[in-house]
Nanobody, 127 residues
Framework: QVQLVESGGGLVQPGGSLRLSCAASGFTLDTYAIGWFRQAPGKEREGVSCISSSDGRTYYADSAKGRFTISRDNAKNTVYLQIHSLKPEDTAVYYC????????????????????WGQGTQVTVSS
């Protein structure tokens, strides 16, 4: 059974850093792209970053460029999202999602094309 589990969220001060993890089970990352999305209260879910399975090509939303880094470890079936210089506006529930790589990477940053979703991990940035 396909399952995605996020971890690594928490309460951090502005300017701090976090590394979020997305552990996949029930499938390997060989043919799936993994995307990170976030949703703040009162806002729509938005794409943050995505990484392909075949060549590791990465994609970033304009708002994420420079402070967010996505990476993957196929041996561990895990994808990471490193966030630096956290800002209060980064506060949100962060989700990882999987989709067939060609479809998902075409649709990103839209949610369309991503078939499987984790339950999310809360990131709160506050002093």
């Amino acid at each position: 059974q396909v399952q995605l589990v996020e971890s690594g969220g928490g309460l951090v001060q502005p300017g701090g850093s976090l590394r979020l993890s997305c552990a996949a089970s029930g499938f390997t990352l060989d043919t799936y792209a993994i995307g990170w999305f976030r949703q703040a209260p009162g806002k729509e879910r938005e794409g943050v970053s995505c990484i392909s399975s075949s060549d590791g090509r990465t994609y970033y939303a304009d708002s994420a460029k420079g402070r967010f880094t996505i990476s993957r470890d196929n041996a561990k079936n895990t994808v990471y999202l490193q966030i630096h210089s956290l800002k209060p506006e980064d506060t949100a529930v962060y989700y990882c999602a999987a989709g067939r790589q060609n479809i998902a990477t075409m649709y990103f940053p839209d949610v369309l094309g991503f078939d499987y979703w984790g339950q999310g991990t809360q990131v709160t940035v506050s002093s």
